[in-house]
């Protein structure tokens, strides 16, 4: 079993920044791929970023050059820093570890909301 645990949700206004942070224990290899996905009320879950052990992230279309996903190895740790925040970004933004293998599993956090509104 993986445990993640999330922080740093909260209230922003349009234009402001929050950093998201996950902390994976429990049966965790650093091998693992991991990420974050939001979604919306009404909408489907969503790919946010992703980055696997080698560090070549991937982001959705719509957060390039705006946020930035990294991890420390050391601490199995995921962030997600968002800058410029746009209302469209309100959403429960939800860790994600995924194992390696032939059927690979994923584990989810319990999600943190982040509402972006003036």
């Known amino acids: 079993q993986v445990q993640l645990v999330e922080s740093g949700g909260g209230l922003v206004q349009p234009g402001g920044s929050l950093r998201l942070s996950c902390a994976a224990s429990?049966?965790?290899?650093?091998?693992?791929?991991m990420g974050w996905y939001r979604q919306a009320p009404g909408k489907q879950r969503e790919l946010v970023a992703t980055?696997?052990?080698?560090?070549?992230?991937n982001y959705a279309d719509s957060v390039k050059g705006r946020f930035t996903i990294s991890r420390d190895n050391a601490k199995n740790t995921v962030y997600l820093q968002m800058n410029s925040l746009k209302p469209e970004d309100t959403a429960v933004y939800y860790c994600?570890?995924?194992?390696?293998?032939?059927?690979?599993?994923?584990?989810w956090g319990q999600g943190t909301q982040v509402t972006v509104s003036s």
């Open positions: 994600n570890v995924k194992t390696g293998g032939l059927v690979p599993y994923d584990y």
């Open positions: 429990g049966s965790f290899f650093r091998g693992y791929t």
């Open positions: 980055i696997p052990s080698d560090g070549r992230t």
